[in-house]
């Protein structure tokens, strides 16, 4: 088979199946080494890239997937405005970078770095596939493990946990200051005496979280 033909293969397998391909279903398809897919592969990510044409072929979650160029990004907002899925709340995202960076990683661990109850938080990143049961740690008790999912690199838009900032990176991140004082009339939530917003605790209340110096405890009791 031709380079040609080749290209235009994977082309059409990557804009049939929506989701990343790995090369290893890529060389099985084609019947080709693995080593030419990877070529292939390179080749069309910068085709794409210098042509800057509506969509790119990208590296994403240990695959390979066609998606939409960047800068069309606010056309393609309006097209799926009645459509885009709900956006993580502040406490799932937390949990979720605990989860991302100390997988495989028991619940009782991650209540004991958040300081609450994260039951309905984890039940949340479970269901939309964000993480997932790693099986269960050889203490007592059992406590079941998570750790983050294919989904996750697809969210992120991740080639693999290794293009995760490293703690290193978040810690030199130059944080803009928050202003001494807001203006009387702003859009800024007023925060209650436990230092939450009430937008935040709304979305704890939504998602099972309760402030308890039991927390850290809850898991001996699954």
């Given at each position: 088979?031709?380079?040609?033909?080749?290209?235009s293969v994977?082309?059409?397998?990557?804009?049939?199946?929506?989701?990343?391909?790995?090369?290893?279903?890529?060389?099985?398809?084609?019947?080709?080494?693995?080593?030419?897919?990877?070529?292939?592969?390179?080749?069309?990510?910068?085709?794409?890239?210098?042509?800057?044409?509506?969509?790119?072929?990208?590296?994403?979650?240990?695959?390979?997937?066609?998606?939409?160029?960047?800068?069309?990004?606010?056309?393609?907002?309006?097209?799926?405005?009645?459509?885009?899925?709900?956006?993580?709340?502040?406490?799932?995202?937390?949990?979720?970078?605990?989860?991302?960076?100390?997988?495989?990683?028991?619940?009782?661990?991650?209540?004991?770095?958040?300081?609450?109850?994260?039951?309905?938080?984890?039940?949340?990143?479970?269901?939309?596939?964000?993480?997932?049961?790693?099986?269960?740690?050889?203490?007592?008790?059992?406590?079941?493990?998570?750790?983050?999912?294919?989904?996750?690199?697809?969210?992120?838009?991740?080639?693999?946990?290794?293009?995760?900032?490293?703690?290193?990176?978040?810690?030199?991140?130059?944080?803009?200051?928050?202003?001494?004082?807001?203006?009387?009339e702003t859009?800024?939530?007023?925060?209650?005496?436990?230092?939450?917003?009430?937008?935040?605790?709304?979305?704890?209340?939504?998602?099972?979280?309760?402030?308890?110096?039991?927390?850290?405890?809850?898991?001996?009791?699954?």
């Open positions: 088979m031709e380079d040609k033909e080749a290209k994977i082309e059409s397998l990557l804009f049939i199946a929506g989701e990343p391909l790995s090369l290893d279903a890529l060389k099985n398809i084609l019947e080709i080494d693995r080593g030419e897919i990877e070529r292939l592969v390179r080749e069309l990510v910068n085709d794409y890239t210098l042509n800057n044409t509506g969509l790119l072929v990208a590296e994403v979650a240990e695959g390979v997937q066609m998606v939409t160029n960047p800068a069309c990004a606010p056309w393609v907002k309006k097209l799926l405005s009645t459509a885009v899925p709900a956006k993580l709340s502040q406490p799932s995202l937390e949990t979720l970078a605990i989860i991302a960076y100390k997988q495989p990683i028991i619940k009782a661990e991650i209540e004991a770095i958040r300081g609450v109850n994260s039951d309905g938080v984890v039940k949340t990143l479970l269901d939309r596939k964000l993480v997932k049961i790693l099986g269960r740690k050889e203490v007592p008790g059992r406590p079941l493990m998570y750790g983050t999912t294919k989904e996750f690199l697809q969210y992120f838009g991740l080639k693999d946990l290794s293009e995760m900032p490293t703690l290193k990176e978040f810690q030199e991140f130059d944080m803009p200051e928050a202003p001494e004082q807001a203006p009387a859009e800024y939530q007023e925060y209650s005496e436990e230092g939450h917003t009430a937008e935040t605790q709304s979305s704890e209340a939504e998602e099972g979280e309760v402030h308890s110096p039991e927390s850290e405890r809850s898991e001996e009791h699954n």
